[in-house]
Protein backbone atom coordinates (compact mmCIF):
# COMPACT_ATOMS: atom_id res chain seq x y z
CA UNK A 1 0.00 0.00 0.00
CA UNK A 2 1.45 3.47 -0.65
CA UNK A 3 2.07 5.99 1.85
CA UNK A 4 -0.23 5.04 4.52
CA UNK A 5 -0.34 7.21 7.30
CA UNK A 6 -1.81 4.97 10.22
CA UNK A 7 -4.27 7.04 12.58
CA UNK A 8 -4.82 6.02 16.01
CA UNK A 9 -8.40 4.78 17.19
CA UNK A 10 -8.46 3.04 20.95
CA UNK A 11 -4.71 2.49 20.74
CA UNK A 12 -4.65 0.64 17.25
CA UNK A 13 -2.99 2.25 14.24
CA UNK A 14 -5.74 2.03 11.28
CA UNK A 15 -4.98 3.60 7.95
CA UNK A 16 -6.91 6.15 6.41
CA UNK A 17 -9.92 4.78 4.47
CA UNK A 18 -8.12 3.33 1.26
CA UNK A 19 -9.28 2.42 -2.68
CA UNK A 20 -9.86 -1.09 -2.84
CA UNK A 21 -10.05 -3.47 -5.43
CA UNK A 22 -12.05 -6.75 -5.00
CA UNK A 23 -11.47 -9.30 -7.71
CA UNK A 24 -14.79 -11.76 -7.51
CA UNK A 25 -17.31 -10.56 -5.18
CA UNK A 26 -18.65 -13.87 -3.91
CA UNK A 27 -19.38 -15.40 -0.82
CA UNK A 28 -16.10 -14.10 0.82
CA UNK A 29 -15.14 -10.98 -1.40
CA UNK A 30 -18.95 -9.71 -1.66
CA UNK A 31 -18.90 -10.11 2.98
CA UNK A 32 -15.12 -8.85 2.82
CA UNK A 33 -16.23 -6.02 0.36
CA UNK A 34 -19.05 -4.91 2.18
CA UNK A 35 -17.49 -4.88 5.46
CA UNK A 36 -15.14 -2.42 4.18
CA UNK A 37 -17.67 -0.05 2.48
CA UNK A 38 -19.31 0.05 5.91
CA UNK A 39 -16.35 0.92 7.39
CA UNK A 40 -15.83 4.24 4.77
CA UNK A 41 -13.36 2.72 1.64
CA UNK A 42 -14.31 3.02 -1.49
CA UNK A 43 -14.52 -0.46 -3.00
CA UNK A 44 -14.71 -1.41 -6.62
CA UNK A 45 -15.82 -4.89 -7.10
CA UNK A 46 -14.72 -6.54 -10.52
CA UNK A 47 -17.15 -9.50 -11.85
CA UNK A 48 -18.72 -10.26 -15.08
CA UNK A 49 -20.99 -7.90 -16.45
CA UNK A 50 -24.24 -9.21 -15.01
CA UNK A 51 -22.79 -9.49 -11.76
CA UNK A 52 -21.63 -5.42 -11.81
CA UNK A 53 -24.45 -4.30 -13.10
CA UNK A 54 -26.68 -5.79 -10.14
CA UNK A 55 -23.85 -4.07 -7.60
CA UNK A 56 -24.09 -0.66 -9.34
CA UNK A 57 -28.03 -0.82 -8.73
CA UNK A 58 -28.04 -2.44 -5.63
CA UNK A 59 -25.00 -2.78 -3.31
CA UNK A 60 -24.17 -5.74 -1.16
CA UNK A 61 -26.87 -7.52 0.72
CA UNK A 62 -25.47 -9.43 3.93
CA UNK A 63 -27.54 -11.21 6.27
CA UNK A 64 -25.06 -12.16 9.73
CA UNK A 65 -25.12 -13.82 12.60
CA UNK A 66 -22.01 -11.84 13.70
CA UNK A 67 -22.69 -8.40 11.81
CA UNK A 68 -26.41 -8.02 11.50
CA UNK A 69 -28.58 -7.55 8.40
CA UNK A 70 -27.32 -4.82 6.20
CA UNK A 71 -26.68 -3.47 2.90
CA UNK A 72 -23.12 -1.40 1.93
CA UNK A 73 -22.78 0.36 -1.45
CA UNK A 74 -20.16 -0.45 -3.73
CA UNK A 75 -18.74 0.77 -7.14
CA UNK A 76 -18.52 -2.26 -9.69
CA UNK A 77 -16.61 -3.11 -12.84
CA UNK A 78 -15.42 -5.95 -15.68
CA UNK A 79 -12.18 -4.79 -15.13
CA UNK A 80 -9.93 -2.75 -12.87
CA UNK A 81 -9.39 0.69 -15.15
CA UNK A 82 -7.80 2.75 -12.27
CA UNK A 83 -4.59 2.62 -9.21
CA UNK A 84 -5.81 0.99 -5.85
CA UNK A 85 -4.30 0.55 -2.87
CA UNK A 86 -5.43 -3.12 -1.91
CA UNK A 87 -6.92 -5.84 -4.27
CA UNK A 88 -8.60 -8.97 -2.67
CA UNK A 89 -8.35 -11.83 -4.69
CA UNK A 90 -11.21 -13.53 -3.92
CA UNK A 91 -12.19 -15.87 -6.71
CA UNK A 92 -12.53 -19.65 -7.12
CA UNK A 93 -9.18 -21.26 -7.94
CA UNK A 94 -11.00 -22.98 -10.84
CA UNK A 95 -11.37 -19.29 -12.34
CA UNK A 96 -8.72 -17.59 -11.00
CA UNK A 97 -6.33 -17.67 -14.36
CA UNK A 98 -8.95 -15.87 -16.55
CA UNK A 99 -10.41 -13.64 -13.60
CA UNK A 100 -6.76 -12.29 -13.13
CA UNK A 101 -6.96 -10.71 -16.88
CA UNK A 102 -9.71 -8.36 -15.11
CA UNK A 103 -6.19 -6.96 -13.04
CA UNK A 104 -4.20 -5.02 -14.91
CA UNK A 105 -0.44 -4.92 -13.15
CA UNK A 106 -0.29 -1.65 -14.34
CA UNK A 107 -3.45 -0.76 -12.06
CA UNK A 108 -1.70 -2.10 -8.57
CA UNK A 109 1.59 0.20 -8.32
CA UNK A 110 2.36 -0.16 -5.05
CA UNK A 111 -0.61 -1.31 -3.34
CA UNK A 112 -0.91 -5.01 -2.31
CA UNK A 113 -2.41 -7.84 -3.66
CA UNK A 114 -4.30 -10.06 -1.01
CA UNK A 115 -5.33 -13.51 -2.02
CA UNK A 116 -7.81 -15.42 -0.04
CA UNK A 117 -8.39 -18.46 -2.06
CA UNK A 118 -8.38 -22.15 -0.70
CA UNK A 119 -5.38 -24.14 -1.22
CA UNK A 120 -1.27 -22.89 -1.16
CA UNK A 121 -0.01 -22.93 -4.69
CA UNK A 122 -1.97 -20.19 -6.24
CA UNK A 123 0.61 -17.26 -4.22
CA UNK A 124 3.66 -18.34 -7.01
CA UNK A 125 1.73 -17.67 -9.80
CA UNK A 126 0.02 -14.18 -8.25
CA UNK A 127 4.23 -14.11 -7.45
CA UNK A 128 5.23 -14.13 -10.83
CA UNK A 129 2.51 -11.89 -12.73
CA UNK A 130 2.41 -9.00 -10.27
CA UNK A 131 5.86 -9.65 -8.49
CA UNK A 132 7.00 -10.74 -5.28
CA UNK A 133 6.90 -7.39 -2.91
CA UNK A 134 2.93 -6.88 -4.08
CA UNK A 135 1.48 -10.47 -3.17
CA UNK A 136 0.90 -11.06 0.84
CA UNK A 137 -0.29 -14.68 1.42
CA UNK A 138 -2.91 -14.80 3.57
CA UNK A 139 -5.69 -17.04 4.42
CA UNK A 140 -9.40 -16.52 6.13
CA UNK A 141 -11.76 -18.52 7.91
CA UNK A 142 -15.40 -18.09 7.42
CA UNK A 143 -18.34 -19.80 5.97
CA UNK A 144 -19.83 -17.58 3.77
CA UNK A 145 -21.83 -17.73 0.81
CA UNK A 146 -23.28 -15.81 -2.67
CA UNK A 147 -26.92 -16.78 -2.72
CA UNK A 148 -27.65 -14.35 -5.70
CA UNK A 149 -25.19 -11.48 -7.23
CA UNK A 150 -24.65 -9.21 -4.65
CA UNK A 151 -26.35 -11.20 -1.89
CA UNK A 152 -24.57 -13.06 0.60
CA UNK A 153 -25.21 -15.25 3.73
CA UNK A 154 -22.64 -15.49 6.48
CA UNK A 155 -22.92 -18.58 8.45
CA UNK A 156 -20.25 -19.02 10.65
CA UNK A 157 -20.17 -16.74 14.19
CA UNK A 158 -16.34 -15.91 12.89
CA UNK A 159 -14.42 -14.21 9.71
CA UNK A 160 -10.41 -14.25 10.81
CA UNK A 161 -7.57 -13.57 8.56
CA UNK A 162 -4.36 -14.63 8.98
CA UNK A 163 -1.61 -12.59 6.96
CA UNK A 164 2.37 -13.65 6.66
CA UNK A 165 5.14 -11.14 6.32
CA UNK A 166 6.96 -8.15 7.76
CA UNK A 167 4.61 -7.00 10.79
CA UNK A 168 5.86 -3.04 9.77
CA UNK A 169 4.58 -3.50 6.32
CA UNK A 170 1.17 -5.39 7.21
CA UNK A 171 0.37 -4.57 10.58
CA UNK A 172 -1.55 -1.30 9.29
CA UNK A 173 -3.25 -3.76 6.80
CA UNK A 174 -3.98 -6.17 10.22
CA UNK A 175 -5.56 -2.60 11.64
CA UNK A 176 -7.99 -2.05 8.79
CA UNK A 177 -9.48 -5.26 8.07
CA UNK A 178 -9.71 -5.54 11.73
CA UNK A 179 -11.59 -2.69 12.35
CA UNK A 180 -14.13 -3.43 9.60
CA UNK A 181 -15.03 -6.87 11.08
CA UNK A 182 -12.62 -9.62 10.15
CA UNK A 183 -10.21 -10.15 12.83
CA UNK A 184 -6.69 -9.99 11.42
CA UNK A 185 -3.56 -10.96 12.68
CA UNK A 186 0.21 -11.05 11.22
CA UNK A 187 2.29 -14.19 11.84
CA UNK A 188 5.43 -15.40 11.03
CA UNK A 189 6.03 -17.96 8.17
CA UNK A 190 4.40 -18.30 5.09
CA UNK A 191 4.30 -21.80 5.43
CA UNK A 192 2.81 -22.26 8.63
CA UNK A 193 -0.28 -19.84 7.79
CA UNK A 194 -1.08 -21.39 4.50
CA UNK A 195 -0.67 -25.01 5.63
CA UNK A 196 -2.92 -24.34 9.11
CA UNK A 197 -5.97 -23.67 7.18
CA UNK A 198 -5.26 -26.33 4.56
CA UNK A 199 -4.19 -28.89 7.46
CA UNK A 200 -8.36 -28.31 8.72
CA UNK A 201 -9.60 -27.61 5.17
CA UNK A 202 -9.17 -30.55 3.11
CA UNK A 203 -10.31 -33.55 6.01
CA UNK A 204 -13.40 -30.71 5.85
CA UNK A 205 -14.16 -30.20 2.32
CA UNK A 206 -12.97 -33.68 1.20
CA UNK A 207 -15.31 -35.27 3.86
CA UNK A 208 -18.33 -33.33 3.16
CA UNK A 209 -18.57 -33.00 -0.51
CA UNK A 210 -17.82 -37.04 -0.30
CA UNK A 211 -20.47 -38.02 1.90
CA UNK A 212 -22.89 -34.67 1.37
CA UNK A 213 -23.31 -34.54 4.98
CA UNK A 214 -22.31 -31.17 6.98
CA UNK A 215 -19.36 -31.04 9.45
CA UNK A 216 -21.09 -32.11 12.35
CA UNK A 217 -22.55 -35.30 11.08
CA UNK A 218 -18.90 -35.89 9.69
CA UNK A 219 -17.78 -35.16 13.36
CA UNK A 220 -20.22 -37.79 14.89
CA UNK A 221 -20.73 -40.26 12.39
CA UNK A 222 -17.62 -40.36 11.26
CA UNK A 223 -15.27 -39.50 13.65
CA UNK A 224 -12.58 -42.05 12.85
CA UNK A 225 -12.17 -41.29 9.16
CA UNK A 226 -11.97 -37.50 10.29
CA UNK A 227 -9.42 -38.40 12.65
CA UNK A 228 -7.22 -40.37 10.40
CA UNK A 229 -7.56 -37.65 7.65
CA UNK A 230 -6.64 -35.07 9.98
CA UNK A 231 -3.81 -37.19 10.80
CA UNK A 232 -2.46 -37.34 7.48
CA UNK A 233 -3.12 -33.61 6.78
CA UNK A 234 -1.06 -32.53 9.84
CA UNK A 235 1.70 -35.10 8.97
CA UNK A 236 2.04 -33.65 5.64
CA UNK A 237 1.87 -29.75 7.16
CA UNK A 238 4.57 -30.69 9.44
CA UNK A 239 6.92 -31.74 6.84
CA UNK A 240 6.26 -28.89 4.71
CA UNK A 241 7.48 -26.83 7.74
CA UNK A 242 3.93 -26.07 9.69
CA UNK A 243 4.00 -27.66 13.06
CA UNK A 244 0.30 -28.35 12.95
CA UNK A 245 -1.22 -30.55 15.42
CA UNK A 246 -4.26 -33.13 15.20
CA UNK A 247 -5.46 -32.60 18.23
CA UNK A 248 -5.83 -28.97 18.18
CA UNK A 249 -7.62 -29.13 14.52
CA UNK A 250 -9.96 -32.04 15.94
CA UNK A 251 -10.58 -29.09 18.51
CA UNK A 252 -11.95 -26.89 15.72
CA UNK A 253 -13.80 -29.27 14.53
CA UNK A 254 -15.88 -29.66 17.87
CA UNK A 255 -15.87 -26.30 18.17
CA UNK A 256 -17.39 -25.46 14.21
CA UNK A 257 -21.14 -24.93 13.92
CA UNK A 258 -22.66 -28.43 13.57
CA UNK A 259 -24.73 -27.20 10.28
CA UNK A 260 -21.54 -25.91 8.65
CA UNK A 261 -21.16 -27.31 4.77
CA UNK A 262 -17.54 -26.28 2.55
CA UNK A 263 -17.48 -24.57 0.19
CA UNK A 264 -16.57 -27.65 -1.94
CA UNK A 265 -19.67 -29.27 -1.04
CA UNK A 266 -21.34 -26.31 -2.11
CA UNK A 267 -20.02 -26.13 -5.26
CA UNK A 268 -21.25 -29.76 -5.70
CA UNK A 269 -25.02 -29.51 -4.86
CA UNK A 270 -24.89 -26.15 -7.08
CA UNK A 271 -23.25 -28.32 -9.79
CA UNK A 272 -20.33 -25.91 -10.00
CA UNK A 273 -16.74 -26.91 -11.05
CA UNK A 274 -14.95 -28.17 -7.69
CA UNK A 275 -11.24 -26.93 -5.80
CA UNK A 276 -10.89 -30.40 -5.99
CA UNK A 277 -7.21 -29.77 -7.36
CA UNK A 278 -6.64 -26.60 -5.71
CA UNK A 279 -6.64 -28.10 -2.33
CA UNK A 280 -6.48 -32.52 -2.36
CA UNK A 281 -4.63 -32.49 -5.04
CA UNK A 282 -2.75 -29.73 -3.82
CA UNK A 283 -2.20 -32.05 -0.62
CA UNK A 284 -1.33 -35.29 -2.71
CA UNK A 285 1.54 -33.72 -4.47
CA UNK A 286 3.03 -32.21 -1.61
CA UNK A 287 2.60 -35.58 0.47
CA UNK A 288 4.26 -37.19 -2.81
CA UNK A 289 7.26 -34.77 -2.49
CA UNK A 290 8.16 -35.18 0.86
CA UNK A 291 7.44 -39.22 1.20
CA UNK A 292 4.45 -39.02 3.50
CA UNK A 293 1.69 -41.86 2.98
CA UNK A 294 -1.59 -40.57 2.63
CA UNK A 295 -3.93 -43.33 1.75
CA UNK A 296 -7.30 -41.95 2.62
CA UNK A 297 -6.63 -38.75 0.90
CA UNK A 298 -5.45 -40.44 -2.04
CA UNK A 299 -8.76 -42.68 -1.80
CA UNK A 300 -11.14 -39.81 -1.42
CA UNK A 301 -9.66 -37.63 -4.22
CA UNK A 302 -10.11 -40.21 -6.41
CA UNK A 303 -13.47 -40.79 -5.22
CA UNK A 304 -14.29 -37.01 -5.85
CA UNK A 305 -12.52 -37.28 -9.61
CA UNK A 306 -14.50 -39.91 -10.82
CA UNK A 307 -17.71 -38.38 -9.48
Same mark, same amino acid.
Given at each position: ???????????????????? +?V??????????? +????????RV?????????E???????Q?????????????E?????R??VD????????????????????????????L??????????????????????????????T???????E????????????????L???????? @? +?? %? +????????D????????????????????R????????????????????T? %??????? @????????????D %??????????????E???????? @??????L??????????????????E????
Open positions: MHDITPVTSDSVAVPPPLKV +ALGPGGVGGLLA +ALLSRAGHICIAGEETATLRRSGVVRSGQFGHFSAKVADTELEPLCLVTVKHTALGQALDRVPGKYLGDGLVPLLNGIEHTDSLRERYGTQRVAPAVIRVESRTAPGVIHGSPFTEIDLAGPPEREPLAALLT @A +AG %A +ATRVLPGEAVLWAKLAFLAPFALLTTRYQPVGTIRSERREELAALVEET %AVSRACG @APMDAAQVMARY %AFPPGGKSSMQRDAAGRPLELD @AIGGALRAAGRHGVPVPLAERLVALTEG
